[in-house]
C-alpha cells in the first residue's frame, strides 16, 4: 500500500507542475484559484500530519502562480518526509485533528494521504473545464499519461 500512496504523490506532483505551466500560458483567475485550493487543501493536511492547529490555514487563499509555484514545491518536500515515515514505519498510524469547522476527528494516515491524491485530481478537472471555458486548451493530466512516461 505504501508503494501505491508513494505513486499517487508522484503522480501528484507531476500533474500540478503541468497545471502550473498550462497557467503560465492563460489568463485565468479562476482556474489559478482552483489550483490555490489544491495548494491549500494539502498544506492544510501537512499541517495535521504533523500534529499542528491547521485553523489559521486558508483553503481558498488568494495565490499568484510564483506563490503556488513555491507552495508546490515546499509541499512536495514536506510530503517527502512524510511519505518516508510512513515507509519506515515511523509515521503514526493515525492523526487526531480538527476540520475547517472546528469538529474533531481521528483518521488513518494512509486514508488521509489517499484523500489528498484523489482530491487533487478532482479539482484539476474542475480546472481542465475552467480552461476550456475560457477558450484555452486543458492540460491532460490523466493518471494513464502519467503512467505511460515513467
Given at each position: ?24 500560458n492563460?489568463?485565468?483567475p ?19 500530519l ?93 493518471y494513464?499519461t ?5
Open positions: 500500500m505504501i508503494g501505491l500512496i508513494k505513486r499517487l504523490f508522484e503522480y501528484d506532483n507531476w500533474a500540478i507542475e503541468r497545471e502550473l505551466n498550462a497557467l503560465e492563460v489568463d485565468n479562476e482556474a489559478l484559484k482552483m489550483l490555490g485550493h489544491i495548494l491549500a487543501a494539502k498544506r492544510v493536511w501537512l499541517v495535521r504533523n500534529g499542528e492547529d491547521s485553523s489559521g490555514v486558508s483553503t481558498f487563499p488568494d495565490l499568484a502562480l510564483a506563490d503556488c509555484r513555491k507552495l508546490a514545491a515546499e509541499l512536495a518536500m514536506g510530503f517527502a518526509g512524510q511519505l518516508a515515515a510512513l515507509e519506515s514505519g515511523t509515521a503514526p498510524e493515525t492523526v487526531t485533528y480538527k476540520n475547517t469547522k472546528g469538529a474533531e476527528f481521528t483518521t488513518p494516515v494512509i486514508d488521509i494521504l489517499t484523500h489528498i491524491a484523489f482530491h487533487g485530481a478532482y479539482h484539476r478537472g474542475q480546472i481542465a473545464l475552467l480552461l476550456r471555458q475560457g477558450g484555452d486548451t486543458a492540460v491532460n493530466t490523466d494513464i502519467f503512467a505511460r512516461i515513467s
